[in-house]
């Protein structure tokens, strides 16, 4: 009886673990394995009831893919520049709001518990309701961004610029992506900061040092763990961000706005060519892999 | 605090005045939007309607079927955010009550899942869900407990993390008297860990209800036309007749309440959860 009492209560914490274990098995681990397996093959329409038929294409799909001369791989690189212009625009200056918010915040006593409620709004909308909005903002003729240009004067009444289309789609994207990323920016770093001793300021402004001072000196680095952290959720999150793009644009995003996602969604599900699409999203994990690691390290090692 | 200077008082109002500025604009537009009458959202932008009519929230429910993608949100949301719980309650106990092999690796492997890009597992799961049901007759592709299936995973990880924190903060004596009183480890857990958790737990629960109430990548892939979600059925709705604008924010409106409701009620919740599970 003790003996089997030993035996089930080792086992027990396996046996606790074991739903979570099977789901993460088979939603994100074999996915994945298979993801790898998938872009080894020539996996076009015609193998995707019967996809073990599909014919072994070894490593065709990659070469393709990174064959920036060519049409395929052509626009990914353009895909993966434009990505990655947006993730370093949308992190640098979500942190920026964010750190400012909660620092001003921070400070204020009235009102305090209210702003802190409405700045976490955005984050708390959903998506495709947020980005459906701001689509409306940026309607030509009907939309606010145009009407506050046209009232100020900066467009006149034939000029309306599209927003959607073309060279201003960028911008659009970026803008949206930062109202809806710096409240989680802002949520972060006002815990960061009610995590740090008030006492330590304190002793600092007795030694005489002006607040500048005490945040460069106090504040920051004692955030520095929050930051690191934050920043890679951040840029894991911007990089990988498909709802955005997607909910704005519908499913033809223009060339100025092609974020990686949408771009491996469309070559994938348009053109049903599984193979190629996960050739590009095993190159995405590698890169993604690579830059998180390089980053972790390089905090560790200082 | 700092000993700030004493203008530095207006900079910080001047700079609040301006964050709640750009979110409140989108917010406002959305709003009164929703309260004109569609020849307001035809015309020129205004900032207040020329007529204020609750008609688009009527509307709504005729022009696309918004009911049917509710309800389907509601069902797949709850379905996944129950089941998340079980899941990451059992699992999470596991983590911080008992030391086993594994336990680190463990932790570490289901964070990672998280910076996985979605796009690069929808295909293949695409494909697993496919053959699957050719092996076994389980359809998943296009049915609700396909979508239930997959996004109670997408909560997994962080409700796990947070609820370790969680249980990390209860004293463990509680429920080792429990456990010398003669309850098994599963009485323990659900008569003394679960119910001092609780805030922990309705937080986690809030948060997986966003996920999937929010989720478009997969949903676009894996409904079909009677299973679509509010995810999928908005955007298409809003792209395909953007005339109707008042009602497309009536309806965005309609979506987001219960969530935005459900949110800030509970965010203190979820930044305790947040620092909590940080801090170790």
């Known amino acids: ?302 | 605090m700092f000993g700030e200077p004493h203008w530095f008082r207006w900079v910080r109002r001047a700079g609040l005045a301006v964050f709640a500025l750009i979110v409140l604009v989108p917010l406002w537009v959305m709003i009164t939007s929703a309260l004109k009458p569609l020849r307001d959202v035809q015309a020129q932008f205004r900032w207040l309607p020329t007529e204020w009519t609750l008609s688009p929230f009527v509307d709504i429910w005729s022009t696309i079927p918004l009911g049917r993608y509710f309800v389907n949100s509601l069902v797949v949301a709850l379905g996944a955010t129950l089941l998340s719980l079980l899941v990451a309650v059992s699992a999470a106990y596991a983590i911080s009550r008992y030391r086993f092999r594994g336990r680190r690796l463990f932790s570490l492997a289901i964070l990672s899942t998280q910076m996985f890009p979605g796009i690069l597992f929808l295909l293949p799961l695409f494909l697993i869900y496919v053959n699957i049901a050719q092996t076994t007759g389980i359809v998943l592709v296009g049915t609700l407990p396909g979508l239930v299936i997959t996004y109670l995973t997408f909560s997994l990880p962080f409700s796990v993390w947070m609820l370790v924190g969680y249980f990390e903060s209860i004293p463990r004596e509680l429920d080792e008297a429990a456990l010398v009183d003669g309850t098994g480890p599963l009485g323990a857990l659900l008569r003394v860990v679960v119910p001092a958790a609780l805030p922990g737990i309705v937080a986690v629960a809030v948060y997986a209800f966003m996920t999937a109430w929010g989720e478009v990548l997969f949903a676009s892939v894996l409904t079909s036309d009677s299973t679509r979600t509010l995810a999928i059925g908005l955007p298409a709705y809003s792209t395909q007749s953007g005339v109707y604008w008042n009602q497309v924010m009536a309806a965005g409106l309609v979506v987001s309440v219960p969530v935005v409701a459900g949110f800030l009620l509970l965010q203190r919740y979820l930044v305790q959860g947040l620092t909590s599970g940080a801090v170790k």
């Open chain 1, 1 to 302: 009886m003790a003996e089997r009492g030993r035996v089930s209560g080792k086992a027990l914490p396996y046996l606790f673990l074991l739903p979570a274990l099977l789901l993460e098995l088979l939603v994100h681990v074999l996915p994945m394995l298979v993801g790898v397996g998938m872009s080894l093959l020539k996996l076009t329409q015609f193998f995707l009831r019967n996809w073990s038929a599909a014919p072994f294409a070894g490593l065709s799909n990659y070469t393709v893919a990174l064959d920036f001369n060519g049409a395929v791989g052509g626009a990914l690189l353009h895909s993966f520049a434009v990505t990655l212009a947006f993730t370093v625009l949308v992190v640098a200056g979500s942190w920026l709001l964010g750190f400012t918010a909660a620092f001003l915040v921070q400070g204020q006593r009235r009102g305090r518990g209210l702003l802190r409620t409405l700045f976490l709004v955005p984050y708390a909308l959903p998506a495709y309701a947020a980005v459906i909005t701001w689509s409306f903002l940026f309607q030509r003729d009907t939309g606010l961004v145009n009407g506050v240009l046209a009232d100020l004067h900066l467009v006149g009444a034939g000029d309306r610029p599209f927003w959607l289309l073309g060279g201003n789609s960028f911008l659009a994207v970026l803008v949206v992506a930062l109202w809806r990323t710096w409240p989680f920016a802002f949520l972060v770093l006002t815990s960061g900061m009610q995590a740090i001793p008030h006492d330590l300021y304190e002793a600092a402004a007795l030694d005489g040092a002006t607040m500048r001072q005490q945040v460069r000196r106090v504040m920051l680095p004692l955030l520095r763990p929050v930051n690191q952290v934050l920043l890679v959720v951040l840029f894991l999150w911007t990089f990988n961000d498909f709802n955005t793009p997607y909910v704005l644009f519908g499913a033809g995003a223009p060339a100025e706005a092609d974020l990686l996602s949408v771009h491996i969604y469309q070559n994938s599900f348009l053109t049903w060519n599984f193979g190629l699409g996960s050739a590009m999203s095993v190159l995405l994990l590698v890169f993604l892999s690579l830059a998180t690691g390089l980053y972790l390290r390089s905090r560790r090692v200082r």
